[in-house]
């Protein structure tokens, strides 16, 4: 029972929270009051804040039904008052990216959420509910992601002493003083959350055609002013201007207001539209600035038409802009037009100059490493004198000197391109390949990001319409691109561009016309300064008139075709990986393309490889064809020595017999070898140093130790153990011994996986498959070095003699088998099952050959366990050393 003193004057509190007693719902009990509480004074106070709408996707939390609150005073007369649950709404500017237009891909990527949302205002953006007035609750969470922000739903318990306005108003700094302090700066533009009091009905419209703009169209009807509008809406951002539409008989007026942001239009929008401000109501709606003409909205609406012709269109752009530029800059790394170096006047000075004081390296010698080179030297030279044909691939093992000796030939060659292919194999990505090469044989501009902004673009139009723009460029297309570019430019500099249909014959006789021709223009010209008598002036008029026609005629019968002028194609390190992203492709397309331009006769093409496998995807791009091969070997003793003694003096270093023996031939061994005397190391110290990581090597490829990336050989070590012991023994091995040996069984694949990772060489005689050599020369001495090793080598016998005496004893067991089965074929007595008395001749050669087989493998057996005994005392004696 509550009482009300007639005496009692309610005050209003200074602080809301001071005077809030208890809250009850009464309103859901009034039929069980007593008469006396119905007569206790009430006050309610009927709530004019936005109700939320039916229509909107607003979820309600449990605590916002309507209930009711009781307040109490600080009079000792205790006053008690029942009020109702009203609602309100807040818009929290800045909460998401503004959605400019259609193509706005962020509006997607970047949508939250429900539980996110509301997640998002109760933690950070909206006070805790304990520092908030009036039983302040959240109900629900509306977000407004085209207008980058979002409402927030919210119930509160209005005492008497509070008007709505001046609640609200409470809420709202409550909340802007929560935004400051905590300074919510968002992500995506650094920028801080904005907080207001939603006074109108919002319009939740998703009009495609409708977006944020930073000016806002009024509609009202009644009497406004500039300033009116001015004090409303000055609060969400800076005005730039605000104008007064003429009146339109029939219409209601209409006022422009413009801000300096959009935010703040959009923020005006949310929270003005359907206010009412002195009994005027106000329609806010964003006013479009540019209104699109017939022909760009048609182009718009339309856009399996319009797709098609703009891609039509930028592909002529580079068709007329950008090919011709990519092909001049082909022809300028083709012909070293910009290469200053090369240059006839600078060679002059270069040579009259720094030539004199430094010795040039003229000898074949200094730029291959021996003289049995100069017979390949010599073949190469004649090779590329004559018509394009074929291909020549030089094969030979990594660090022999491919590259320098090929190079050196092709020196004085005028056009020449050089592709590495090491470089683009070792690539991370398709594009990181396409770069390389374009950067290689001088493809500028290559527009690569354009590569990435088509394709999102191609998924876009296809999401759209349904239908491939076609604007995407896949690796294989972009790649032919390159090439096909590539033989443009190759093609204008080629003396033989046009002689396709000529027979190699044909343009042979040409070019050795030319080669004549040249010599006799060279004699003639040392002839005439030789010549001291002076010829009279109607003589030399007369020879020249002679010459000159006797020079157009010739040039009239045929064209000189100078084999200086044709263009070489070197493929540095072809087929270097045969497994990784894109390598087959690669592979494949390049031999295709050198296949075209030799076909054609435009080029010389020349592949550098250490790969046997390199001639299976030549021969398929150009069959029917024989190929020039130069292999290349190590040097001998000979030949090493004198290059070492090439560089480094002999009265210095006398004795180094032994230790060029014990590094070999191998070129970049020398090279090494040669580095570190020079820097200082005694060649003892040198050859120890090089032979450890030799030994390095071969322990981590070809045993495995090093297995954490979990990559797999294609060869076992026991395999390996028995090479490796062959060949440390001498300086080959015989391929079909070792095939035959019961760790191989005649398989073939693990040579050739051998080969594949450089630890041995075969040596082929007659096609086929007859020796085994070390990869490197030093890998002998690394064996050696290995073998050394008591310890792991007598762990490596021990896996060896077990797998072999397991081998034997499932030949033992197979052989005792056999021979049971032949035992149920008598009786008891020994006679034969079918009849006939003794048992048949067949069967009994059957037997003994068998029991033969089984003495051999028990002889066997009984080795490879004598054998294991030793290798177990050798181990157990390292262990006891130790």
């Known amino acids: 029972m509550y009482r009300v003193a007639s005496s009692c004057r309610i005050s209003r509190p200074c602080a809301p929270q001071a005077h809030i007693f208890s809250a009850s719902v009464r309103s859901l009990h009034a039929r069980n009051t007593t008469p006396a509480a119905a007569k206790a004074v009430r006050f309610a106070s009927s709530s004019v804040s936005v109700q939320p709408s039916p229509s909107l996707r ?29 609602y309100g709404m807040l818009y929290f ?25 509301e997640r998002k205002a109760k933690t950070e953006l909206v006070p805790p509910e304990n520092a908030m007035p009036f039983h302040f609750k959240i109900g629900g969470i509306e977000p407004r992601l085209k207008d980058g922000g979002m409402f927030v739903h919210f119930s509160y318990v209005r005492p008497s002493s509070y008007t709505t306005r001046e609640a609200l108003k409470e809420v709202e700094s409550r909340c802007e003083q929560h935004l400051i302090s905590h300074d919510h700066y968002m992500w995506f533009n650094f920028q801080k959350v904005r907080a207001f009091l939603v006074k109108g009905a919002p319009f939740m419209e998703d009009m495609a055609s409708r977006y944020p703009a930073s000016k806002i169209r009024i509609e009202y009807t009644g009497d406004l002013n500039v300033e009116g509008l001015y004090n409303h809406f000055r609060k969400y951002g800076k005005i730039i201007d605000i104008t ?24 005006a929008k949310n929270c003005i539209h359907g206010a009412d401000i002195n009994g005027v109501r106000l329609n806010v709606t964003y006013e479009r600035t540019l209104q699109g003409n017939a022909v760009w909205n048609w182009l718009t609406n339309h856009p399996r038409i319009t797709v098609p012709l703009g891609g039509m269109a930028l592909a002529g752009v580079s068709f007329v802009i950008f090919d011709p530029m990519r092909v001049f800059s082909m022809h300028a790394k083709i012909t070293q037009l910009f290469n200053v170096n090369e240059y006839p006047v600078l060679k002059w000075l270069r040579k009259e100059t720094i030539g004199r004081l430094t010795r040039a390296q003229n000898d074949s010698l200094q730029a291959t490493g021996w003289r049995e080179r100069e017979h390949d030297e010599k073949k190469l030279r004649n090779w590329l004198r004559v018509p394009p044909e074929s291909f020549l691939i030089v094969h030979g093992p990594r660090g022999a000197g491919k590259t320098e000796m090929v190079e050196y030939v092709v020196k004085e060659k005028k056009h020449k391109v050089i592709i590495r292919c090491e470089e683009l194999a070792n690539a991370r990505s398709e594009s990181e390949i396409l770069i390389n090469l374009a950067k290689q044989v001088g493809y500028i501009p290559l527009f690569q990001f354009m590569s990435t902004i088509n394709n999102m673009a191609d998924m876009a139009i296809t999401a759209t319409t349904g239908q491939k723009a076609g604007l995407s460029a896949t690796f294989e297309g ?30 042979l006789k040409r070019i050795e016309a030319t080669i004549a021709e040249k010599e006799r223009r060279s004699l003639l010209n040392t002839s005439d300064c030789l010549d001291t008598p002076i010829k009279s002036l109607e003589s030399r008029r007369a020879a020249a008139k002679a010459a000159k026609a006797a020079k157009r005629k010739e040039e009239e019968e045929s064209r000189w075709v100078d084999p200086d002028e044709i263009p070489v194609i070197i493929i540095d390190g072809y087929m270097s990986r045969e497994k990784g992203p894109h390598t087959k492709e690669l592979w494949t397309y ?16 020349v592949f550098l490889s250490n790969s046997v496998a390199a ?5 398929k791009a150009l069959p029917n064809m024989t190929f020039e091969t130069i292999v290349l070997a190590d040097a001998t003793l000979e030949s090493a020595l004198e290059f070492v003694y090439k560089h480094l003096d002999r009265d210095e270093y006398p004795d180094l017999i032994k230790s060029v023996q014990t590094i070999g031939g191998r070129l970049t061994d020398l090279e090494l070898f040669v580095q570190k005397i020079k820097s200082g190391m005694r060649p003892e110290d040198a050859v120890h140093d090089i032979l450890g990581r030799a030994v390095v090597e071969v322990r981590k490829g070809a045993f495995d130790f090093d297995s954490a990336d979990g990559r797999s050989l294609s060869w076992s070590p026991l395999q390996f153990w028995a090479v490796m012991k062959k060949l440390a023994a001498g300086e080959s091995a015989n391929f079909d011994e070792l095939k035959i040996h019961p760790l191989f069984k005649n398989d073939e ?10 630890l041995i060489s075969i040596v082929h005689k007659n096609g086929r498959p007859f020796a085994i050599r070390p990869g490197k020369p030093i890998y002998r001495a690394a064996f050696q070095e290995i073998l050394a090793d008591i310890g792991f080598a007598a762990v490596m016998e021990l896996e060896s003699l077990s797998y072999l005496e397991k081998d034997e004893m499932t030949k033992v067991t197979k052989y005792e088998n056999e021979l049971k089965d032949l035992s149920n074929l008598l009786h008891k007595d020994g006679s034969w099952l079918f009849g006939g008395g003794s048992v048949p001749k067949e069967v009994d050669t059957r037997v003994k050959w068998l029991m033969k087989k089984l003495a051999e493998s028990h002889a066997k057996i009984e080795r490879y366990e004598q054998e294991t005994l030793e290798a177990k005392k050798a181990v157990l004696s390292l262990g006891l050393a130790a």
Request: charged share 20%; hydrophobic share 40%; net charge positive.
């Open 58 to 86: 607003t979820r309600i939390a449990p605590s916002a039904k309507r209930s009711a609150r009781k307040y109490t005073t600080e009079s000792s007369v205790i006053v008690e008052e029942e009020l109702p649950l009203e």
């Open 615 to 619: 001639s299976k995807p030549l021969a």
């Open 478 to 507: 972009q790649l032919k691109k390159i090439l096909d570019t590539l033989t443009i430019a190759i093609q204008q500099v080629s003396p033989t561009k046009n002689m396709s249909s000529f027979s190699p014959e044909a343009i």
């Open 244 to 267: 007064m539409m003429p009146p339109v008989k029939d219409m209601p007026k209409q006022a422009v207001i413009q801000y300096s942001f959009m935010r703040a239009s959009t923020s």
């Open 93 to 117: 500017d800045n909460a998401f990216p503004l959605k400019m237009g259609w193509w706005d891909v962020r509006y997607s990527l970047m949508r939250p959420g429900w539980k996110s949302l």
């Open 749 to 758: 694949s693990p040579f050739g996986a051998l080969e594949q990772a450089e």
């Open 590 to 605: 390049l031999a295709d393309w050198a296949a075209v331009l030799v076909e054609n006769h435009v080029a010389h093409v």
